[in-house]
């Protein structure tokens, strides 16, 4: 048994198993790389990392499945009854977001009425392109098996989320729309993509938080190492890449919504809900 980090309680409950899901990518990996170590102390809980792509979380929260999962914000009106927001966690990045790209440069007005090959319709992405462009049609592929379809003339656009935000240039395409950089001239705001929920019946939810929002901390305290371990996830992404995207979607809003933060959640969500995405009106809640 690994004893507390100095000064931290000591729990001698029953350990309390708890599976965590989240995309085998680098930053999800990242904020979790202290928690294979012993730098944090665990509080009773046992921690399991579950990998799936994202449009699977999605569709697990929906069943309840993982005790602790990264979802799309899109997502969290779904599973509002089940989950409650960790404060800490998400993926939020400021001008910057997922790209519509093609093989020729193009415009937004292009985009009207074209079909657009895309990560999941319950991904955040989709949802900022529909207050982009309204009705989309469109066509559901695996996230990293997009580039390659516009690339190869089976798609005419695509919708990039990951490292495809980094790397579509390397396939020789063009950036039609940026989704952050519109949100930021839209609202002011950054852009909420992903985030992390609890499920409401597991014991101590803000002694689980605590735990989770230290290693967080922890990775960023320490990101070498963080950051050697999170490259394991990165699908044969380059160093250089991994070590952009970590810094691009693991930052200070990641550590803590703040209020920013918590504003854009509520104002994505908000818009949402005016062009009848979800089933409900939403109830953003947050484990304390």
């Known amino acids: 048994?690994?004893?507390?980090?100095?000064?931290?309680?000591?729990?001698?409950?029953?350990?309390?198993?708890?599976?965590?899901?989240?995309?085998?990518?680098?930053?999800?990996?990242?904020?979790?790389?202290?928690?294979?170590?012993?730098?944090?102390?665990?509080?009773?809980?046992?921690?399991?990392?579950?990998?799936?792509?994202?449009?699977?979380?999605?569709?697990?929260?929906?069943?309840?499945?993982?005790?602790?999962?990264?979802?799309?914000?899109?997502?969290?009106?779904?599973?509002?009854?089940?989950?409650?927001?960790?404060?800490?966690?998400?993926?939020?990045?400021?001008?910057?977001?997922?790209?519509?790209?093609?093989?020729?440069?193009?415009?937004?007005?292009?985009?009207?009425?074209?079909?657009?090959?895309?990560?999941?319709?319950?991904?955040?992405?989709?949802?900022?392109?529909?207050?982009?462009?309204?009705?989309?049609?469109?066509?559901?592929?695996?996230?990293?098996?997009?580039?390659?379809?516009?690339?190869?003339?089976?798609?005419?656009?695509?919708?990039?989320?990951h490292e495809g935000q980094l790397t579509f240039s390397d396939l020789g395409l063009h950036k039609v729309l940026d989704l952050g950089e519109w949100w930021l001239l839209e609202t002011g705001l950054p852009l909420p993509l992903g985030v992390n929920v609890a499920r409401r019946d597991v014991e101590r939810l803000p002694d689980l938080s605590a735990v989770l929002g230290e290693a967080i901390r922890c990775g960023l305290e320490h990101r070498d190492e963080a950051l050697e371990y999170a490259l394991r996830f990165g699908r044969g992404i380059d160093e250089a890449v991994a070590d952009r995207f970590i810094e691009m979607y693991v930052n200070d809003l990641t550590e803590d919504y703040g209020d920013e933060g918590r504003m854009a959640v509520s104002e994505l969500l908000r818009r949402g809900e005016a062009i009848g995405a979800f089933p409900r009106p939403v109830s953003i809640d947050f484990v304390a």
Request: charged residues 20%; aromatic residues 8%.
């Open 1 to 161: 048994m690994v004893p507390p980090a100095h000064g931290a309680p000591c729990y001698r409950r029953r350990a309390v198993e708890i599976r965590v899901g989240h995309s085998p990518d680098p930053d999800d990996a990242f904020m979790y790389w202290a928690l294979t170590t012993d730098l944090v102390a665990t509080r009773g809980f046992v921690f399991q990392q579950v990998l799936a792509d994202i449009q699977t979380l999605n569709q697990w929260a929906r069943a309840g499945r993982l005790e602790v999962t990264a979802i799309s914000l899109a997502a969290y009106p779904f599973v509002q009854d089940d989950y409650a927001l960790l404060p800490h966690g998400a993926s939020i990045g400021t001008g910057y977001g997922p790209i519509v790209v093609a093989r020729e440069p193009a415009s937004v007005d292009d985009l009207r009425g074209k079909e657009i090959v895309v990560p999941g319709v319950m991904t955040t992405a989709f949802l900022t392109l529909r207050l982009v462009l309204g009705d989309v049609p469109h066509r559901e592929l695996p996230f990293e098996q997009i580039p390659d379809e516009v690339a190869s003339g089976r798609a005419d656009y695509g919708l990039l989320i």
